[in-house]
């Protein structure tokens, strides 16, 4: 069973950096890309980042390039931890951010770790709270 736990987020002040994390166990590691999602008030969820499982290839969407950073962390077999660093956090960052996972599509025009961030993922984490006060 795909698991995702989060953690992190909270008040930060414009300018101010944060790292969230995503706890993934249950699944087989080099099989599923992992993504970090953002819903801010009023607005629809945001792919802004991507790790790919296969080979650790990442993609940003062009709103956070620059500022934010995913990395991942396996070096256990039971669990794999997927982190977004965010610098220089702007009150526009403030959202709901959600770590999710899904098995990239064979034969998709858009390749991975893209696909996900576009099209969204079946397994998500329960979301956390950045809040970003200017």
């Known amino acids: 069973e795909v698991q995702l736990v989060q953690s992190g987020g909270g008040l930060v002040q414009a300018g101010g950096s944060l790292t969230l994390a995503c706890q993934a166990f249950?699944?087989?590691?080099?099989?599923?890309?992992i993504g970090w999602f953002r819903q801010a008030p009023g607005k629809e969820r945001e792919g802004v980042s991507c790790?790919?499982?296969?080979?650790?290839?990442?993609?940003?969407?062009d709103s956070v390039k620059g500022r934010f950073t995913i990395f991942s962390d396996n070096n256990k077999s039971t669990v794999k931890w997927v982190y977004l660093q965010i610098d220089n956090l702007q009150p526009e960052d403030t959202a709901v951010y959600y770590c999710?996972?899904?098995?990239?599509?064979?034969?998709?025009?858009?390749?991975?770790?893209?696909?996900?961030?576009?099209?969204?993922?079946?397994?998500w984490g329960k979301g956390t709270l950045v809040t970003v006060s200017s």
């Open positions: 249950g699944f087989a590691f080099d099989e599923y890309d």
């Open positions: 790790i790919s499982g296969r080979d650790d290839s990442r993609y940003y969407a």
């Open positions: 999710a996972a899904d098995r990239p599509p064979p034969g998709s025009l858009v390749p991975s770790p893209q696909w996900g961030c576009q099209y969204g993922m079946s397994y």
